[in-house]
């Protein structure tokens, strides 16, 4: 599995145009401590949701710029959600213990269909920007800069 998800990671960097339509907030998922978080309860607020894992290092470049993305935009209610492709609860905790992430992480593990939903299995780490009324900026797969994300963010509002 490690082999599939390198190549998984290593997979194209490329945009994907900004859609017109609504993304599915449909899907229910646990955090690492096994509490349920319904992606619907992030409606109304600007959402941006990051696909990761915790051996992708792309991914973790990421984090820090998303921390300080949740601290800039927190009195503008901002959410911002990691969803972890492929990792076990245990592995998502021990990573958090050691990296500060101010952001909930979820596990997606076994979540096939919200992965197809979102393309996050193309690629690691996929990103999405979403408008509080669920329309779509902007969707990103591969790792991506701070100046875009605050870009996308900045639409989003």
Known sequence: MLIAA??????NHRRVDPLAEHARLDFVLNNAKG????????????????????????CKAEIPVLNDLVAEHRARRLAVVGISYD???????????????RYPLLVGLGHDDLMEAYQA????????????????????????TREWFEAQVRAAF
């Open 6 to 11: 390198a190549g998984l990671v290593a997979c």
């Open 35 to 58: 509490v349920a978080v319904n992606l619907a309860t992030f409606k109304g607020s600007p959402l941006l949701i990051n696909f990761w894992a915790t051996y992708c290092v792309p």
């Open 87 to 101: 990792d076990a609860p245990p592995d998502i905790v021990k990573f958090a213990e050691a990296t500060p992430v």
């Open 121 to 144: 299995d193309i690629a690691l780490p996929t990103s999405w920007i979403i408008r509080g009324d669920g329309t779509v900026v902007a969707k990103h797969i591969g790792a991506e």
